[in-house]
């Protein structure tokens, strides 16, 4: 601290006095600059230790300079913002050389005063010390300022009158003349040495300082104006001060300022302003007047600082407010359409908490309880339906996805059957809520019904003309035996009778097996053999296959375990998986029937379970079809229902088992029917 106070104080008194006591008029034109700003000046070493305070910062904050000499900025205030943001400060200046922002300063009688700060690290060439150059700009403080200067000014020409009528009445007490003399030239001295100081703290100020006469021509150019506009103080000095706006000029704006100033107050304002490589720059301008020692106004000094950054952030946050509204208004707009689409869907949903009340719920919930959309929010879950509640409350207790088919009936009296997906969703805090979806499989199941019913009754009609054939060839046997007997003599009778008998016990037993293949079920599930029940179809098919050419090869695993099911729908099954072989050879090929025993599916979802495998040498299924030939009513076939595999994978699925198809194109196809083994069979 006393090696920055010394430093300071020697580098005030380096500038020595001219002979004669007066001030040269390029130093009197920095000090009236200077005074004319009227800006409080601050400097400080690196930890912020106040080592001068001008007068302007007395004016501005209420301390004087030597009760601020030695104390430490930070101190000024004791609330822990002003530090904080004072301690960053000082870190900044020392770090980057320079630091420009806005402060909010305590003054001494605790009024508050926002000024605008630039600092500067500033080094001083003799000594080699660093010091912390602060100007603060207020201008609210403008006049006060300029009032405190005329006064002191007026107080020094008295001073000096005083001096010479004591030097012109007191000519015997030269000592005395003397000791004031040399107190006057140690002022002036000091006048200069400050003079000097500020000089070199405009240099060190980042805003553009520029200084007319009342011509309005520059006197004064600093360094960085020079920076900010590009042109050098030899090319501006004399140069009319209204060539630095750019054209179009604002002559309303421009009279406005000549008016406020001629009033002697502070103007300013933004101006769009033009440097030497023809380039525009928005400003914020401070300009206020100059006075001479005789109070006269001689000019002009104004403060430039480049808006262009700011009004780039400017901009760029009225963007980003702009592209916030339009994000605003899209997410009203999405959860509008999610309402409406949430509202119109056929599927019922709710939303419940986790104490099993419903939050929130579609149309389609509140239709299928036959209650007003409003009423559901708040009540439990269980007493809108009781049978979905444990459904409910497995969700919420395990946090996983529970599903389950039951059947309601509706306060209307009507019974509907449905399908309950309870989905677990968690909150940002962990609280759980479960999304409900029901779905009403009535009329679903209902067609699937029919649509059953149809492909059985249209697999009865293929399987009806196949016995209409076979039963045909023996019929005219028969009727070609009895013309004979009729018209041949008794001695062949008991031979032809004996054929016609022969033929009659065919019909028989292709009727016999017919009824054994295709008898009406009532419903019940017995234990089935698929060896045997492979054999009977193709003795039923045996005809058509030869017919067309097809050769069967037999790969049956002996002592097939028995499967739990209905007859004739895995008959059903069998029956449309052959006839599809036949249609896919229709010149003729090998129709490859195997079962065997597997301990567990390759996908580990069934165990113990009988296959019955389906492969004949057609042309195959190309890949992109192979899932798609299970989808109802989709067919390659050109007089095809579309519904053969569709009800075949439909009760393969009914009996806990599985059916798929694998196929290369070009290699024929083999249908795969995977049926669980019973711990009966």
């Not at 007066?22 to 005074?35: A, G, M, N, S, W």
């Not at 030597?66 to 930070?74: F, N």
């Not at 509907?416 to 968690?426: K, N, T």
Request: hydrophobic share 40%.
């Amino acid at each position: 601290m006393v090696y920055h106070v010394i430093s300071m104080t020697h580098m005030l008194q380096h500038v020595s006095a001219p002979a004669d006591y007066c001030v040269p008029d390029q130093l009197h034109t920095h000090i009236t600059l200077i005074e004319a700003i009227g800006q409080p000046l601050v400097i400080t070493d690196r930890s912020g230790i106040i080592v001068y305070w001008n007068g302007a910062a007395e004016t501005a904050f209420g301390w004087r300079w030597d009760e601020m000499i030695g104390r430490s900025v930070v101190s000024l205030s004791d609330r822990p913002s002003w530090r904080r943001r004072l301690s960053r400060a000082l870190d900044a200046v020392v770090r980057t050389g320079q630091w420009h922002g806005e402060l909010l300063v305590e003054r001494r009688d605790g009024t508050k005063a926002a000024v605008l700060v630039n600092a500067r690290l500033w080094r001083s060439e003799p000594e080699d010390a660093e010091f912390i150059i602060g100007i603060a700009t207020d201008l609210s403080q403008q006049k006060r300022i300029e009032a405190r200067l005329r006064r002191r000014l007026a107080v020094q020409r008295q001073q000096t009158a005083e001096l010479h009528q004591r030097l012109k009445q007191q000519l015997t007490d030269v000592r005395l003349a003397n000791h004031m003399l040399s107190k006057e030239i140690a002022e002036r001295i000091s006048a200069e040495q400050k003079l000097r100081f500020h000089a070199t703290l405009l240099a060190a100020v980042s805003q553009a300082v520029i200084a007319t006469n009342l011509s309005r021509e520059i006197i004064y150019w600093s360094r960085s104006a020079e920076r900010i506009f590009g042109w050098s103080e030899a090319e501006m000095i004399g140069r009319h001060v209204y060539d630095l706006v750019a054209e179009p000029k604002d002559d309303a704006l421009i009279a406005e300022m000549r008016a406020t100033i001629a009033a002697g107050r502070t103007w300013e304002g933004e101006l769009t302003l033009v440097r030497r490589d023809g380039t525009t720059f928005p400003a914020f301008v401070t300009v206020a007047a100059i006075y001479d020692e005789q109070q006269r106004r001689s000019g002009a000094i104004g403060i430039v600082s480049d808006m262009t950054e700011r009004k780039r952030d400017r901009q760029a946050l009225a963007d980003a407010n702009a592209r916030l509204q339009e994000m605003n208004a899209d997410l009203r707009l999405s959860r509008d359409l999610l309402h409406t689409i949430v509202d119109n869907l056929d599927d019922a949903l709710a939303l419940i908490d986790d104490h099993g009340s419903i939050q929130a719920a579609n149309r389609q919930f509140a239709r299928l309880f036959d209650m007003p959309p409003d009423a559901l929010p708040g009540k439990p879950c269980s007493e809108i339906c009781p049978a979905i509640a444990p459904i409910v409350s497995r969700t919420l207790s395990s946090g996983l996805k529970a599903s389950g088919r039951v059947q309601v009936q509706r306060p209307s009296g009507a019974t509907v059957i449905l399908d309950i997906h309870s989905i677990p969703l968690s909150d940002a805090d962990e609280s759980r809520r479960v999304v409900l979806r029901l779905v009403d499989v009535t009329e679903r199941l209902q067609l699937e019904a029919i649509m059953r019913q149809n492909e059985r009754l249209a697999t009865s009609s293929r399987l009806a003309a196949i016995v209409a054939h076979e039963i045909n060839t023996p019929l005219q046997s028969i009727q070609n035996y009895l013309y004979l007997l009729h018209s041949q003599g008794s001695e062949q009778s008991s031979e032809f009778l004996s054929l016609v008998s022969d033929e009659i016990c065919r019909v028989s037993g292709l009727l016999r097996r017919l009824l054994d293949l295709h008898r009406p079920s009532d419903g019940s599930t017995e234990l089935i053999d698929c060896n045997t029940l492979i054999e009977r179809v193709l003795l039923l098919l045996s005809s058509t296959l030869a017919s067309n050419g097809i050769r069967v090869e037999l790969s049956l695993a002996p002592h097939l375990p028995r499967v739990s099911g209905q007859r004739d729908a895995l008959t059903q099954v069998l029956l449309n998986l052959l006839m599809n072989a036949v249609d896919a050879m229709p010149y003729g090929g090998v129709l490859r029937l195997t079962t065997r025993f597997v301990g567990e599916t390759a996908n580990r979802s069934l165990a113990s379970c009988v296959q019955v495998i389906v492969e004949d040498t057609g042309p195959g299924i190309p890949a992109d079809l192979q899932e798609r030939i299970f989808d109802p009513f989709f067919t390659t076939k050109p007089h095809g229902s579309g519904l053969g595999l569709a009800v075949s994978r439909q009760i393969v699925e009914q009996h806990g088992g599985t059916l798929c198809v694998q196929s290369i194109p070009g290699n024929g196809a083999a249908f795969i029917v995977t049926l669980p083994v019973t711990d009966e069979a």
